[in-house]
């Protein structure tokens, strides 16, 4: 049987995972976004929390004893999860990538409250702190999100009806 410092490192090694994935599908998708400005530039903003939250979970992993290079079989796990997810290449783009981002947050919302909790059970103060400052970022990034939704979905068809580029 695993003991919880077990199941806490391989839920770290996860949570590494997934924002690896996570900073490939925004910056994918930062790039291909051209007509809404202030979607992208969100998307690039939480891009830069990612990439800082990957080298956050990365420390605790290794405070921890563990090692970041174990990850990539549960990185490949994930990124087919994230493909599936993912609304690339069709002519309603936009608003697919904007649920993708939504549905991917709450992912990443799901894994953190996971390992507070699991942090809090084996003593670990540091990585729970840094978990608990990472769910924080997540929960800004979904409501935001949430609260765009009906303003992308708005702008898609409006573009769409007067004929312009309307997909990304
Ligand atoms: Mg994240
Ligand atoms: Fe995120």
Redesign the pocket.
């Given at each position: 049987m695993m003991t919880a410092e077990e199941n806490l490192m391989d839920w770290l090694r996860d949570a590494h995972a997934m924002?690896e994935q996570?900073e490939k599908m925004l910056s994918a998708t930062a790039d291909r976004l051209k007509n809404y400005p202030v979607l992208k530039e969100r998307i690039l903003a939480h891009l830069d929390?990612?990439r800082q939250?990957g080298r956050q979970v990365r420390e605790c992993i290794v405070r921890r004893g563990g090692s970041p290079s174990t990850v990539k079989d549960v990185a490949a796990r994930i990124t087919a999860t994230a493909q599936g997810l993912s609304g690339m290449f069709v002519a309603d783009e936009v608003v697919k990538a904007a649920l993708s981002s939504y549905t991917f947050e709450h992912m990443?919302i799901a894994s953190y409250r996971i390992l507070i909790a699991a942090a809090r059970e084996v003593g670990d103060e540091a990585t729970q702190r840094t978990c608990e400052a990472?769910l924080v970022?997540?929960e800004a990034m979904a409501a935001w999100l949430l609260e765009q939704l009906p303003a992308i979905t708005q702008q898609f068809l409006q573009r769409r009806k007067a004929d312009v580029t309307a997909k990304h």
């Open positions: 924002e996570a929390q990612t939250q990443e990472i970022e997540e």
